[in-house]
């Protein structure tokens, strides 16, 4: 459904980002990774995405709290592929902490690459995807986007901010052929996560798979994670023209968290 479009997703070296990138590779598009890692890892990541789907992909290292480097990084994708037909917003950090002890600089990094990043992404596409009447926004949010949990001041501020971006540049785009949707994981099990699990399970003396059921659990009436790969098929399928008329909706995946 894809093929000749171009999508471009932020914070797709490792993880969901990656993921996604992959499924929207699989269904023909062409792509511009971001991120940061090993470069050498990166390089055979952005490879495989050509030898397994046929595909053109290129990377940029665009710093997502810099806004100067994110329009470079749409103009190069602009000029190297003649358009950005698919933007997904994926790239986030993290930071816990109660907010009497929340480190100044920790709010502004969570802030300007969990929120202000898509602003500055989005500002420099939407030009083009008007022009061309057409366009898909794919914002990832989080449940943290529609409910709230302690310690996370910043990221719960973000990803409401980002849900409330989504919701405006769809009212804005909604006659010119661009749709703009966000979606909310819950628990999500990347590498990073099952490694969050292997510690829980030695302290507490569980195997993974109780360690990985008492964490989910504490969240989600499903006790089960969502995969990088669920995320990434919700994304094609917002790109879709099947998806022509859904815009500015925030799809859940979280295993019936925010359904309580």
């Known amino acids: ?75 190069e994708t602009e000029k190297e592929f003649g358009s950005v037909d698919v933007l997904v917003n994926n790239a986030g950090i993290q930071h816990v902490a109660n907010i009497e002890d929340f480190p100044i600089d920790r709010w502004d990094a969570i802030i300007a690459i969990n929120l202000s990043s898509s602003f500055h992404t989005i500002r420099a596409a939407i030009p083009g995807m008007k022009k061309r009447k057409w366009g898909r926004i794919i914002n990832i949010a989080s449940a943290h ?56 399970a030695q302290q507490s003396g569980q195997t993974f798979d109780q360690a990985k059921v008492a964490l989910v659990s504490e969240k989600q009436p499903m006790h089960e994670f969502s995969s990088p790969e669920n995320i990434g098929a919700l994304a094609v399928f917002l790109a879709s023209d099947a998806a022509a008329s859904i815009t500015g909706s925030s799809y859940s995946i979280d295993g019936g968290w925010t359904a309580q």
């Open 145 to 200: 986007g529609l409910v709230a949990s302690g310690q996370k001041v910043a990221y719960v501020a973000a990803k409401h901010g980002l849900v409330g971006l989504t919701k405006t540049v769809a009212i804005e785009a909604a006659n010119d052929g661009v749709t703009c949707n966000a979606i909310c994981p819950g628990w999500v099990l990347t590498p990073l996560v099952a490694k969050q699990i292997e510690a829980r």
């Open 1 to 75: 459904m894809l093929k000749g479009k171009t999508a471009l997703v932020t914070g797709s070296t490792s993880g969901i980002g990656l993921a996604i990138a992959r499924a929207l590779a699989k269904d023909g598009a062409n792509l511009m990774i971001n991120g940061f890692g090993d470069k050498a890892a990166i390089e055979k990541e952005r490879a495989g995405l050509e030898k397994d789907f046929g595909i053109k992909a290129r990377y940029s290292a665009a710093d997502m709290s810099k806004p100067a480097e994110i329009a470079a990084m749409i103009a």
